[in-house]
């Protein structure tokens, strides 16, 4: 299987550790073509959506690893996993690339006529999309099976951005989807959907949406196998058409959607201690006797 | 023989070129705000300059949404002249311009809502005097004139501004408790409506010479969403089938893209402002009559202009039909416009997209309001962002003021009750487990 990584900035943490768990596992892409770091739209994007501060973090941890430990290094630590390296963790795309020998292209758009020759050139079966831009048909049409991405939250219920926290808000339960692009907004056939159960072991949004990107990147890895054996078939969404497209969510309604992350995580907690207590109480079966706790 | 277009196009090049001269000359005699209009200038050159919005941000403002509110109905207090009108503008050029009937109506509803969320008297006396300003003019055929107060065009009764103003009047009717008073805004009101289903024509629309260039608009929707509001309290038929009547003719008019076409405005292009009011206007109307056709068709243009904000972080001051395009500048009024019809879109749908949008938009406008300043600019709304954008160019608005204090208060009460409701969801399923 010919698998081309998708990226958007050599940087890019999640773009790093697909691509690594991928080699891990015995796909190691043919090509990556990631957006340069310096990009100005990129800065500014990763500026508006981390604020000046973690943007800041990432950089340094990135650029200026010093002696500061492996979780420091990290943004996201549950991708160490994937991450880890020998002694260290790969730091960027290039340093995957020189392990496991495989080209890296840097461009300015993922859609320029460039780009597209040079994947047309690796002439990929399968293409994961980590990050970069809206892309276009002529890019979509180049691998022969398609561009795989993840989405965190299941499809077609929640589209778009700020996922996670509008699932949390809409009642709709957490998930991963791993689907294939097509030129709508995640509206393209699904190939793994699962829900994400340990939502309640999360304290903020930021910690789930971690903890969600790294299982995401496990069910890449699933997927990817899964077509390769032809064990795994596409299936294209119901409601392509129903306009579930979500857009980032404003810190005020955010702040809701924390407190449904706690109450969540709270209730989780009550009911861990109740099982408790009923085990203590019938050590042999380990059941509820109907006095324990269920999610109301 | 001159055609009818050249003629129109050589008076209105004439109405430009008077408002050119009298603006300048009026900068001659008030040489003291030429320093905040070039403060002003560089503000928003240096904000457009920096600024760049893109698909995941949107802006926070520092201000918050109560002191923001505070100071926006401030700027329309300030406006109010002694009479009790409420002036149309305040120019950086020539000044506070004289009242203006119809938004003085339509300002009467936000002082009330905003004398009951805070207690301000002064809100509250505000409109009163304004009511008592407006039934002063009332011709005897029960319309209102058009145009700013004491201009030529004043003599002419103008079917737009009466609509705007009969909703000022049903809500003096609401919020008025002594009983000759309260009798008398009534038959007022009712004259007025009266009048507006007289002269209505069989189809829905209002044309004629009552109606602005003569000619029929969609953006008079909001007239029948004052009918709808006079017919919740006079219980007349006529009234609630006159306000039926133009919703039908809006709906006509809304093509597969959820444009609603039939702004007509000759000389203009279809400015946000406009096209907000047709949707304002279908939606208030429908859900006052109960009419899901209506709701439907505001919803679907209203969702356009979201995906549109949301995507761009901004909305055009003017679009094509079909919403293809349109000016590079913010029509700020047309954007608290909007935040209004998306936060009442949020109340009858429940769809949290609506709210989260409104949120947003809010904060942008919130963003623009200028802090500290002279009368007339401080807490004021502009026409356009840069001040120099096509609509009401290097002028505060006082309608700005009103729809940005609607969508505040909207914004307050729609936030509060949705986290009251989802404490009390979360305690009663705490209950439940």
Redesign the interface.
């Known amino acids: 299987m010919r698998v081309v990584i998708l990226c958007s900035s050599p940087y890019s943490e999640t773009g790093c550790a697909v691509t690594a768990r991928l080699a891990q596992l015995g796909y190691v892409p043919v090509g990556a073509l990631t957006l340069a770091s310096w990009d100005r739209?990129t800065l500014?994007?990763k500026l508006?959506?981390w604020g000046l501060h973690d943007s800041l973090h990432y950089a340094v941890a990135k650029l200026v690893p010093g002696k500061s430990t492996l979780q420091k290094q990290m943004l996201n630590p549950y991708l160490e996993r994937a991450l880890r390296h020998g002694d260290g963790i790969f730091r960027g795309l290039r340093e995957v690339a020189r392990a496991y020998g495989f080209p890296v292209v840097t461009c300015g758009d993922q859609n320029s006529p460039r780009a597209v020759a040079q994947l047309k050139q690796w002439s990929p079966d399968l293409a994961i999309f980590t990050g970069g831009n809206i892309l276009r048909d002529e890019v979509l049409k180049v691998p022969r099976l398609g561009i795989l991405n993840s989405h965190l939250a299941l499809l077609p219920e929640i589209r778009g951005?700020s996922s996670p926290e509008?699932s949390l808000?809409?009642g709709v339960p957490l998930g991963i989807t791993i689907h294939f692009m097509d030129s709508g907004i995640d509206t393209g056939p699904i190939v793994l959907r699962r829900e994400f159960a340990r939502a309640a072991d999360c304290d903020a949004l930021a910690d789930l949406r971690n903890r969600m990107i790294a299982e995401g990147i496990e069910l890449i890895a699933e997927a990817v196998a899964g077509l390769d054996l032809g064990t795994i078939t596409a299936i294209p969404q119901a409601d392509r058409e129903k306009?579930c497209?979500?857009?980032?969510?404003?810190?005020?309604?955010k702040a809701?959607a924390t407190?449904?992350l706690k109450?969540g995580r709270l209730?989780n907690d009550?009911l861990k201690n109740d099982r408790l207590k009923n085990d203590r109480l019938n050590p042999v079966t380990g059941a509820c006797d109907g006095s324990g706790?269920?999610?109301? | 023989m001159n055609s009818p277009e050249s003629s129109s196009s050589r008076n209105f090049m004439t109405t430009r070129t008077v408002r050119v001269l009298t603006e300048a000359a009026g900068l001659l005699r008030a040489p003291q705000r030429v320093i905040p209009l070039f403060s002003k200038l560089a503000s928003d050159a240096l904000r457009m300059t920096f600024e760049h919005r893109h698909l995941y941000s949107y802006a926070a403002a520092t201000i918050r949404t109560a002191d923001a509110l505070r100071s926006v109905v401030g700027w329309i207090l300030s406006a109010q002249r002694a009479g009790g009108g409420i002036a149309a503008y305040y120019s950086f050029l020539t000044g506070y311009s004289e009242s203006y009937p119809e938004v003085t109506g339509y300002i009467i509803p936000t002082l009330y809502d905003f004398g009951r969320l805070t207690g301000d008297e002064a809100a509250r006396d505000a409109a009163e005097r304004a009511t008592d300003w407006l039934l002063s003019l009332q011709m005897p055929s029960g319309a209102f004139p058009g145009g700013l107060h004491g201009h030529d065009s004043g003599a002419q009764p103008s079917v737009f501004n009466t609509g705007q103003i009969l909703q000022g009047l049903v809500r003096a009717f609401v919020e008025t408790h002594t009983e000759t008073r309260n009798a008398e805004i009534l038959e007022r009101a009712v004259a007025a409506g009266d009048w507006l289903a007289a002269i209505q024509q069989a189809d829905g629309s209002w044309t004629g010479q009552a109606a602005y260039q003569g000619v029929a608009h969609t953006y008079y929707s909001m007239v029948a969403w004052a009918l709808a509001q006079l017919a919740a309290e006079s219980r007349d038929p006529r009234h609630a089938a006159a306000a039926d009547r133009n919703n039908d003719w809006v709906l006509a008019h809304v093509q597969p893209s959820g444009w609603i076409d039939g702004i007509n405005l000759r000389g203009h292009p279809a400015y946000l402002h406009f096209i907000a009011y047709a949707i304002q206007g279908t939606l208030e109307c429908g859900i006052l009559r109960r009419r899901d056709d209506a709701i439907q068709a505001a919803a679907k243009a209203a969702w356009v202009l979201l995906r549109k904000f949301e995507t761009h972080k901004r909305l055009l001051g003017t679009y094509e039909p079909g919403f293809s395009g349109g000016q590079n500048f913010s029509c700020l009024t047309g954007n608290a416009q909007m935040s209004c019809v998306w936060l009442r879109l949020f109340e009858v749908t429940g769809d949290l997209r609506y709210l989260n949008a409104a949120l947003k938009m809010n904060e942008m406008l919130k963003q623009l309001l200028p802090v500290r300043g002279r009368r007339g600019v401080v807490g004021g709304v502009a026409g356009s962002y840069p001040i120099w954008g096509a609509y009401q160019r290097m002028r505060f608005i006082s309608w700005g003021c009103k729809f940005l204090a609607d969508a505040l208060m909207l914004e307050q009460r729609l936030t509060r009750q949705f986290e009251t409701k989802f404490e009390t969801k979360s305690e009663a399923s705490e209950c439940a487990s």
Do not use: A
Request: aromatic share 10%; charged share 30%; net charge positive.
């Open positions: 739209s500014l994007r508006g959506q951005m509008w808000l809409c306009d497209q979500f857009f980032v969510m404003h810190e005020q309604l809701v407190r449904r109450e209730k009550r706790g269920h999610d109301g």
